[in-house]
């Protein structure tokens, strides 16, 4: 069965610390892994990753995808209170689309 | 440009009771995608319209049912309503197919099954 698998499940930072969270999945007919950050509405877009190893990066974000091993990381450098959320890891595949758990991560000042 | 639009934002409803929810996507964008968020499953995707046309399907059962207006613009129904369908129900759009393009979201409906 596809399933999406995101760990640390909660995560409490100071500021400027920088974070990793994972994503790996199992998923049939992989098409595309697409990262979300929710805070208290709708989750926002961050990135969306079909190629192995290409890094996109969006200010202090960056993510990445490794279709060999199936997984991709989230990384926010220098945090600040305001990436407090929960972050959602997304893969399509088939005509399905799976969401992980998501990582709520707290960043205290 | 406009965001995503939901209606109605909040909704109580008694079990059995049908419902319709309403999503306007961004101007342009041809594809909507529904999404049900609870507390137990997370976030489940519902299925995606492009262009009038079901794309693609998640695992629900055929009480959840849409469609897709030639403005874009989509409805989503839930007959005989559960207890277990009180949820946000979530819409976003993207200007190409899902897979290929950034979504926005809506801000949700928020429906209540009592």
């Known amino acids: 069965e596809d399933k999406v698998v995101q760990s640390p499940l909660s995560l409490v930072v100071h500021e400027g610390d920088t974070v990793t969270l994972n994503c790996s999945y199992e998923?049939?007919?992989?098409?595309?892994l697409l990262w979300y950050k929710q805070e208290k509405k709708a989750p926002t877009f961050l990135f969306m990753l079909?190629?192995?190893?290409i890094e996109k990066k969006s200010g202090r974000l960056s993510s990445i995808l490794d279709k060999k091993e199936l997984f991709s990381i989230l990384n926010i450098t220098a945090t600040q209170t305001g990436d407090s959320a929960i972050y959602l890891c997304?893969?399509?595949?088939?005509?399905?689309?799976?969401f992980g758990a998501g990582t709520r991560l707290t960043v205290k000042p | 440009k406009a965001g995503v639009t939901q209606t109605p934002r909040y909704l109580i409803k008694t079990r059995g009771q049908q419902v319709t929810l309403s999503c306007s996507p961004i101007?342009?964008?041809?594809?909507v995608s529904w999404y049900q968020q609870t507390p137990g499953q997370g976030l489940q995707f519902l299925f995606e319209?492009?262009?009038?046309?079901?794309?693609n399907k998640g695992n629900f059962p055929g009480r959840f049912s849409g469609r897709q207006f030639s403005n874009s613009r989509s409805e989503m129904n839930v007959s005989t309503l559960e207890l277990g369908d009180s949820a946000l129900y979530l819409c976003?759009?993207?200007?190409?197919?899902?897979?290929?393009?950034?979504?926005?979201f809506g801000p949700g409906t928020r429906l209540t099954v009592l």
């Open positions: 976003a759009s993207s200007r190409l197919d899902r897979g290929q393009d950034t979504q926005y």
């Open positions: 998923v049939t007919n992989f098409r595309s």
């Open positions: 079909t190629s192995s190893g």
């Open positions: 997304a893969v399509e595949g088939g005509n399905d689309m799976r």
């Open positions: 101007s342009g964008h041809r594809s």
């Open positions: 319209y492009f262009s009038e046309t079901q794309r």
